[in-house]
């Protein structure tokens, strides 16, 4: 991969793209991903590699079996940041979102990109499908403050100068025309310019659930009234420990799984009550999906890059595999 390595190459006074450089890169290399039978797992794990930038890269999605074997990947054209927020349309299709270009790509069943697009100019973190067969996108970010720890530097809106976002909900019908836009609340996170960062819809088909990162809040939006219920949890201040903080967020049927750094917690949908809680290995598990069955869940470490497949029974590691540090964004798994 060293002849991938970005450079600033000058001729003259004026500067190639950088972008239009890894473009041409990413083209160039060779994508393996198969069409999608019933239970593969696929993880966005990008190629970070600018040192300029810590979330600028090669856009690179996994295919591994329900087991982690690894079977291929697909490197994505048409993007330049972090690729995540993987999700299945109902049709199979599979979406993710490079969500600090502002981009929205899709995946056919047949493992080929179909295309990357522009709805907004704004910062997506993930898509949830409505019976209706409209569509919500949900905006990662809420204010203005740049996260100083990293060396990424955020976009800000036209429309509200110096902002990152103003936090909101869009809801696009089947034309790809935005028809709605809502205003839940949000916590802000621990740069305090989170909004809806993670998401999933609920069993009742029009309840959002979702996080802030790194927020203490579980929050809920439901769209048919257009209005945010009360939180579905909210933990106690902290006494003495580190603080509570919410990270991804994934649901089958009626419960609400929730890595929470160093453990897997279980939740009721309904209730917000605490159901099983499970110890992982090590500090920095902050991805989940849970399988369609209720079985079993895939989590991610952001800090090693192990993926592991966890029984929701007892917690036992039943499969694990390891990508990259720092890179992991998404899982998502195929439910035929």
């Given amino acids: 991969m060293a002849q991938l ?12 793209s950088i972008h239009a450089m890894i473009a041409n890169a990413q083209e160039q290399i060779l994508s393996t991903m198969q069409s999608f039978p019933k239970s593969d797992v696929f993880v966005g794990a990008t190629l970070l590699n600018n040192p300029q930038d810590d979330h600028d890269g090669l856009g690179r999605i996994f295919q591994y079996d329900a087991e982690l074997i690894e079977k291929g990947a697909l490197w994505v054209t048409g993007t330049t940041h972090v690729v ?4 299945f349309a109902p049709d199979g299709t599979l979406w993710a979102f490079d969500n600090l270009g502002w981009f929205a790509l899709t995946v056919g069943r047949d493992g080929k990109q179909k295309w990357t697009k ?15 067969e409209h569509f919500l996108f949900t905006e990662y970010f809420n204010g203005e403050v740049q996260t100083e720890t990293l060396t990424t530097r955020h976009q800000t809106l036209s429309d509200h100068p110096g902002q990152l976002g103003v936090g909101q909900i869009y809801e696009f019908d089947v034309k790809d025309k935005l028809v709605r836009t809502y205003t839940p609340d949000v916590h802000g996170g621990m740069s305090r310019s989170m909004a809806i960062t993670h998401a999933i819809l609920a069993s009742d088909g029009k309840t959002l659930i979702y996080t802030s990162e790194t927020g203490p809040r579980l929050m809920r939006f439901d769209v048919a009234a257009a209005k945010p219920p009360p939180d579905l949890k909210t933990p106690p201040p902290s006494q003495g420990g580190p603080p509570a903080m919410f990270l991804d967020v994934a649901c089958t049927g009626t419960k609400i799984f929730l890595p929470l750094g160093n453990k897997l917690a279980v939740v009721d949908e309904k209730s917000g009550q605490d159901l099983a809680s499970f110890p992982l290995p090590a500090f920095g598990w902050a991805v989940i999906i849970a399988f369609f069955d209720g079985a ?6 952001w800090f090693t890059g192990d993926v592991a497949k966890i029984s929701l029974a007892d917690g036992a590691s039943l499969a694990q595999t390891k990508i990259s540090p720092k890179c992991i964004s998404a899982i998502a798994q195929f439910a035929g």
């Avoid at 995540?84 to 999700?87: A, D, E, R, V």
Wanted: no cysteine; hydrophobic share 50%; proline share 0%.
């Fill in 5 to 16: 390595h970005r450079r600033h190459v000058l001729v003259g006074s004026a500067a190639f």
């Fill in 84 to 87: 995540g927020g993987l999700t």
């Fill in 118 to 132: 522009r709805f907004l100019d704004r910062v997506i973190g993930k898509v949830q499908f409505l019976a209706s």
């Fill in 296 to 301: 079993f869940a895939y989590v991610a470490n």
